[in-house]
């Protein structure tokens, strides 16, 4: 099993930069019998942040066998027919097989791939979730679920986490495992994660496997990190010195599909330096302005929210 499926949080305190998503989780997990308490959740962000993490504690928290059928899983990239769908839903309702779970707990992952007549499908049974009914649905792309849909569901955003964040769920596991490895390279580990927990302790495995080298452990990540800060400094520099083109924008957008809020967050970050070292108020000035495009996340933009940013970006005069 890999270090990232095995040393996932079993607990709500072993989340990291999720607190808004946590605080109200808890609170449901809490008030189980409240029948005012939201029963759909729809967990949207960036890949390996911890969405269909949040949905299994959830589960536990609440009592659920997993090993019992308590907790059920679809990954709409595969299963996507209407029958597997329908099957799935026929199930809600049913009680859970342990005496003291308080519900069973229904995930459908990357719930983006579906179709709409399953869409459709969901939609009606989601005006009324059954009784000891819990259903999660985890996404990256929510704009491509309809609109009826969502607004049945309680929408909790997945944050891309912080380098910080990401350092603290690493001594996490680094405490557990006992994976010899010092502060420095921990931090080095948390900067080049693309904002992903999951990247951080694939990176982190290659470490414990090439014998403690974190240069070489980023190298055999694909150094997507790295590669993602040049790829973006060269971008933004293209943008600000006026001589980029709107294929560039386009080569770059085709490149880090999926990624949109870590670039945005690595636009930002060279906008900053800029602005620091910049020696005119003239080119703070368009910096600034620059910067203005790329300050809102956008969760429910999908691709369409970094392409609007950049093409802002790109006629800043």
Known sequence: MSLYNEMRPTTFDEIVGQDEAVAILKHVAEHTDDKTQPRVFLLEGQFGCGKTTAAYVFAKA?????????????????????????????????????????GRVYIIDE????????????????????????????????????????????????????????????????QKTGIKIDDEAMKKIALNSESSARVSLQILENYAL?????????????????????????LCKSIVSKRGTWEEI??????YSGQEETV????LG????????????????????????????????????LTYMLACAFEVK
Do not use: H
């Open 264 to 267: 945005r967050m690595a636009i």
């Open 210 to 234: 090439n014998g403690g080298n974190v240069d070489k452990a980023i190298e055999m990540q694909g150094g997507t990190g790295e590669k993602l800060e040049a790829d973006t400094r060269a």
């Open 111 to 174: 719930m983006q791939g579906l179709t709409p007549i399953c869409f459709e499908a969901l939609l009606r049974n989601c005006e009324e979730v059954p009784p000891c009914t819990f259903v999660f649905f985890c996404t990256t792309d929510a704009s491509k679920m309809p609109k009826a849909l969502k607004s049945r569901c309680k929408v909790l955003p997945i944050k891309p986490l912080t380098p910080s964040a990401i350092y603290k769920n690493l001594g996490r596991v680094v």
């Open 250 to 255: 386009v080569s770059f957008l085709k490149a």
């Open 62 to 102: 609440i009592g659920c066998n997993a090993s019992l059928g308590d907790v059920q899983i679809l990954d709409a990239s595969k299963d996507r027919s209407i029958d597997n769908i329908r099957a799935f839903v026929d199930m809600w309702g049913t009680y859970p097989m342990t005496r003291t779970s308080k």
């Open 270 to 305: 060279y906008l900053n330096a800029c602005m620091i070292n910049s020696k005119s108020a003239t080119d703070r000035a368009r910096m600034v302005r620059i910067a203005e495009c790329f300050l809102n996340p956008f969760f429910n933009a999908g691709k369409c929210g």
